[in-house]
């Protein structure tokens, strides 16, 4: 027997080539695949010792040398109580379970499957995560292989089906049926006019890195996912591609607070705006706006003004600021400002414990 015609390639076969046609045929014959079929097994042992033989130096020089399959020590192979995780023979030889991840593979190659999603995170500023804007970055995902256009196979001078060995069928035997199907790798012409495409190796894509730019909305909160279509991995056998997902983490102000699309912000006050009333100067998102401090104010009061908290996408309107007055004392610098304090103190020193006297 001739082991090159069993293996179905040519006698000036690299390695690659061999172990590729010899996964192809052990996902046929396999005695795994096939249980109780003796003639897939009796096949097996041939592909398998043609398989040993071609791939080793040594042994396909004494082959070549010989030209007979005799002149080679046969190794021994055994079927029952077979290993999935084992190697047929050898550290080398391609495992079972290799073989049967092919063959989970094949069907998701053949037709179309969607790309999957990416996540990127990125941090803004508070002011940018208000206003909202345009944001660069960089993506790397993959994308079609340009060599082959996303094909995973180039066109080459035609050549004889590996497959099928030139016959344009595949036979497979159950018991004393044999059944006959076209040749799925050459459709059935039993020639070959493409390769695998040796830029992806025939997983039709390959990584790139592209730059976008995105838009923010005003408005975004801490842990905000944007989605942007169709820039995650691209799909197989002409699917769509996923999406990318981009988690904002917003920056903390030193100043306003957020819970929802209110913004919370402390006023100093001193003692006498309090309690005369006063119009103080209090920051905004827009840049300075005065409250009104009404007379005696409490410290702890809080104060609204509206629609001018954080941007809302989902109810079309702005949130409002909230401003917190809290009550300053000042720095008693001479004997005139304590005086006075003290006068201030006999005055009112009853209206202050009034509350107190209630409870």
């Not at 109810?315 to 001479?334: S, T």
């Amino acid at each position: 027997m001739d082991f090159y015609i069993i293996l179905g390639v040519e006698r000036a076969a690299n390695v690659s080539d061999i172990k590729r046609a010899y996964k192809r045929l052990a996902r046929r014959f396999h005695p795994d695949i096939n249980p109780g079929d003796r003639m897939a097994a009796a096949q097996f042992r041939q592909i398998a010792e043609a398989y040993e033989t071609l791939s080793d130096p040594d042994r396909r020089r004494q082959y070549d040398a010989r030209g007979h399959a005799s002149s080679v020590e046969p190794p021994t192979y055994g079927f029952e109580g077979f290993d999935f995780s084992a190697s047929v023979s050898g550290a080398s030889a391609p495992t079972f379970g290799d073989l049967f991840a092919d063959v989970i593979r094949q069907p998701a190659e053949g037709g179309p499957t969607r790309g999957a999603d990416l996540h990127q995170a990125i941090d803004v500023s508070f002011e940018d995560a208000m206003h909202g804007g345009q944001r660069p970055l960089t993506v790397t995902r993959l994308e079609r292989c340009r060599a082959c256009h996303g094909l995973g196979r180039l066109h080459v001078a035609e050549s004889r089906c590996t497959s099928c060995h030139g016959t344009g069928v595949l036979k497979s035997a159950r018991g004393h049926m044999v059944f006959s199907r076209p040749c799925g790798q050459c459709g059935g012409a039993g020639r070959e006019r493409q390769t695998v495409c040796p830029a992806c190796d025939g997983q039709q894509v390959e990584t790139q890195t592209e730059p976008l730019t995105l838009d923010l909305p005003g408005g975004l909160a801490d842990g905000t996912r944007i989605r942007v279509p169709g820039k995650g991995h691209v799909g197989r056998g002409g699917g769509e591609s996923g999406d990318l997902y981009i988690t904002v983490h917003v920056q903390p102000h030193p100043l306003f607070r957020r819970e929802g699309d209110d913004l919370h912000l402390v006023v100093p006050v001193a003692v006498h705006e309090a309690a005369l009333g006063a119009r103080v100067e209090v920051p905004t998102l827009e840049g300075p706006a005065r409250l009104r401090v009404p007379p005696g104010t409490q410290s702890g009061q809080r104060f609204r003004m509206r629609e001018r908290g954080a941007p809302s996408n989902r109810q079309g309107r702005r949130g409002d600021l909230i401003i917190e007055v809290r009550l300053v004392l000042p720095a008693l610098l001479d004997e005139r400002s304590k005086e006075l304090l003290r006068e201030f103190g006999k005055i009112n020193s009853e209206d202050v414990r009034k509350e107190l006297a209630k409870h």
